[in-house]
């Protein structure tokens, strides 16, 4: 919208409270209300007569939902597919949701792929990132994962036990697995018997992580990695990042497999195959045998950026045949045969009787399975992670006469039961809403005083002294340190967020768990899941393998009320005398942002006393006319104008650092030189380098949800114009509207999208192995007692 009308002086009466987000549209003017668009068959809304745009002064503080992601790369070449039973997202779709985060736009890598020719990426920075000694120091946690795993006897196995074609089939798995060449279809029956992983002697555990940055292709490489793009027609300045992720013979791969590019995380098939086609000719067509592995492992890529850790064999088969294979079977079967993907099988439903004499019973007493394809790192990860939990649930201790003290004192009586179970066990579960987080806490302080070692990590910073970030725990940047064994030196790790949890930082965390200390696994189990690949805390909670809390506490107020609603799929009508709820209706995603702009500027400040730097915007996605991008803009303009001179930014901006995928820190610029851009963290000051300030910091006076989960402010105003109908689903709605501490405007112009999502929308399925895993360990721990 034009600069002049954000500008516009708004009026001097106080915001009107509303009750109801569902009630928006009814709380108009008939007048208005007729002057409105009608929706179209999309939810959003149709041509506008003259003159709706008029301002009508300031708005009022109130309820509203979220703005649609998709417009903001356009629509893309690859075909959709769906999930399992119609459900859920393909490999195929776009990699990230709505407001997914990998960086601080999600919409950056969508944007990159509707180019004609893969897009560039930033050089890597020549010094050592804070994401970098992060990833590093996880580095060498999985290297210690793959050690552990290694000293054992066999696999685990994901189910109980087999008989008839499943015990064919895990035959014929862990003969892949062994280096066997599979059967010609790997459905089929296998004689081939399972391999015992080889015994290695342990590795001594490092006292603590070391961030090592990776070295630097040579620029020979890069020289050969750039004539074999020029041949190809690919952009040359692919060549730092291609040789980086292939290694010192990455010509050679893309010479001999020019469908190797696909490593390269803004490339699309579709870019690959032209590529490959200006490489090999009449050669390369869509049933190449390097074009089907290679799609294979991206597919699955893709699926985990979208969360999930693997896929059903017949929904991979299904996104091949929309990329133009001819015979996904044949391509998956290959993908197997070379050790690329891995395979595995999930009993369905209880285990069935052991074999009978006759041979037709026992066929039909065969037990039922699924078969799941995943890559190798989030295999090795989830199973890993499965062990941990079940060595931590393993540990029993005696609940002693100073826990029963510590609980007595306990300030409320879910936090008694909560003090209580974990005095007794050694892994235990915790749900519940914000004023439930003061229960682990309890907790915390309680096991202090009773003399032991604590430390209690959060998702994001913030929240007292005596608290950690569970990335600066892992990189040792934070936290109690580690021992000489190179695990905690604690006796109780308590997790808040623990939905914000992937599988990947949850087997790393759990790894690093001394035996004999207990672990919490506490959350909300209705906020956004993670932005990495599984669903960690749901699996935990599904399995019922250790005992769970359910905190009785509910969240105060008319936020509380309404929040608990959602979580439930109501939208129920609040009573807000204190206009903590407040709806905001509007025509369209102009007048949206005009709206918002006056609700953090004006209207908050002036009717709570909440100065304008503690109120949040929140909105579904990066792109469109009322996305980040546009109320940043808008936001800067009337908060902290100037001309960006620090590579768009100026001191006192609020900005986003997002050092890693999933983590997402507000700051505030201070200055600039040649070392980078100074932000102001949280009293801590931190240097982006100048290299790195594009992909990793954004402006921060709106932010996605996903970007808010663990993070509440004073005031929050959250903003769904109309194209943000298709975005919309319960646990986005919680998440959002559970920002707020004392306030919550929301800027309404979805209509009845708000309540249809928040009753008929949850959250997108995730296909994971966790709670196969837990339950198939549990199993076998019962019967060895």
């Keep these: ?166 015990a064919d089939l895990l035959a014929a798995v862990r003969a892949v697995e062994g280096g066997a060449k599979p059967p010609t279809v790997y459905f089929d029956d296998a004689p081939a018997a399972p391999r015992k992983a080889p015994v290695a002697p342990p590795a001594p555990r490092p006292a603590a992580p070391a961030a090592v940055a990776a070295p630097a292709p040579s620029a020979d490489t890069v020289e050969d990695v750039r004539a074999v793009l020029a041949r190809g027609g690919a952009p040359e300045a692919l060549a730092g990042p291609a040789a980086a992720a292939l290694g010192e013979d990455a010509a050679g791969q893309l010479t001999e497999n020019p469908w190797r590019l696909l490593t390269l995380p803004a490339v699309r098939p579709t870019q690959a195959d032209g590529f490959a ?33 693997a896929l059903e064999a017949p929904v991979l088969e299904k996104a091949l045949t929309q990329y133009g294979v001819p015979d996904p079977a044949e391509a998956l079967e290959l993908a197997i045969a070379e050790g690329s993907v891995l395979v595995f099988h999930e009993p369905l439903g209880p285990p069935v009787a052991g074999p009978s004499e006759n041979a037709e019973e026992a066929e039909d007493a065969e037990q039922p399975v699924r078969v799941l394809v995943g890559l190798e790192g989030a295999a090795m990860a989830e199973e890993s992670l499965a062990d941990g939990l079940a060595r931590l649930a393993a540990g029993t201790f005696d609940a002693s006469e100073d826990w029963e003290r510590a609980a007595g004192s306990a300030p409320s009586p879910s936090a008694v039961e909560l003090i209580r179970a974990v005095a007794g066990h050694g892994l235990v579960t915790h749900t519940g809403g914000e004023a439930a987080r003061a229960e682990p806490v309890a907790l915390a302080a309680a096991a202090r005083e009773l003399g ?116 439930i799929g109501e939208l129920n009508q609040v009573d807000a005398p204190g206009k903590e709820v407040v709806i905001v209706p509007v025509k369209d995603a102009g007048e949206a942002v005009h709206r918002a702009v006056q609700l953090v500027a004006e209207s908050v400040p002036r009717a709570f006393g909440i100065p304008a730097d503690s109120v949040q915007v929140i909105t579904p996605g990066h792109g469109g006319s009322a996305g980040t991008r546009a109320l940043n803009a808008a936001l800067k303009e009337r908060l902290n104008p100037g001309p960006g001179r620090f590579g768009g930014f100026d001191p006192g901006d609020r900005v986003v650092h997002v050092p890693s995928a999933g983590r997402a820190l507000a700051a505030r610029v201070v200055s600039a030189d040649a070392e980078g851009l100074h932000l102001d963290r949280a009293g801590a000051r931190i240097v982006v380098p100048k290299e790195l300030v594009e992909s990793q910091v954004r402006h921060g006076w709106a932010v996605t949800a996903h970007q808010a989960v663990g993070t509440r402010w004073p005031a929050v105003v959250v903003v769904l114009p109309g194209d943000a109908a298709q975005a919309l689903s319960r646990d986005w709605v919680y998440t959002a509207f559970g920002r707020g501490e004392r306030h919550l405007s929301v800027v309404h112009g979805v209509d009845q999208a708000l309540p249809h999502a928040v009753a008929e929308v949850p959250a997108k399925p995730r296909t994971t192995r966790l709670t196969g895993l837990l339950t198939a360990l549990a199993t076998a721990g019962a019967q060895q007692r």
């Design 277 to 309: 086609r200006a490489l090999l000719g009449a050669e390369a067509g869509p049933g190449d045998e390097r074009r089907t592995t290679v799609l294979v492992g991206w597919l699955l890529a893709q699926a985990g950026l979208k969360g999930h850790t």
């Design 452 to 567: 032991l070692r604590v430390c209690l990590a959060a998702h994001a910073p913030g929240g007292g002294p005596d608290r950690v970030t569970v990335a600066g725990l892992l990189s040792g940047a934070e936290g109690p340190g580690r021992d000489t064994d190179g695990q905690f030196a604690l006796d109780l790790l308590v997790v808040l967020d623990a939905p914000q949890l992937d599988v990947e930082t949850a087997a790393a965390l759990v790894e690093s768990v001394p035996d004999g200390a207990r672990l919490l696994l506490s959350g909300d189990p209705g906020v956004l899941g993670s932005a990495g690949a599984g669903r960690v805390f749901a699996d935990v909670l599904a399995a019922r393998t250790c005992p769970q809390l359910v905190s009785r506490t509910p969240d105060p107020g008319p936020l509380g009320e309404l929040v608990s609603g959602v979580g």
């Design 1 to 166: 919208m034009s600069t002049d009308r954000q500008a516009e002086p708004a009026a001097a009466e106080e915001p009107a409270a509303e009750a109801s987000p569902a009630d928006a549209d009814q709380n108009r003017p008939d007048e208005a209300r007729a002057a409105e668009p009608e929706a179209g068959p999309d939810g959003s809304a149709t041509a506008e007569p003259a003159g709706a745009q008029a301002d009508s002064g300031e708005p009022e503080i109130g309820p509203a939902a979220p703005h649609d992601e998709a417009d903001d790369g356009g629509q893309r070449a690859e075909p959709p597919v769906t999930g399992r039973d119609g459900e859920g997202e393909s490999p195929a779709a776009p990699a990230q949701e709505a407001d997914g985060d990998t960086g601080p736009e999600a919409g950056s890598e969508a944007d990159a792929a509707e180019s004609a020719e893969p897009a560039a990426e930033a050089p890597a920075a020549p010094a050592l990132s804070e994401a970098q000694a992060e990833l590093a120091a996880q580095k060498i946690e999985r290297e210690r994962i793959a050690r552990r795993k290694a000293e054992r006897e066999a696999p685990v196995e994901a189910g109980a036990k087999l008989s008839g074609k499943a």
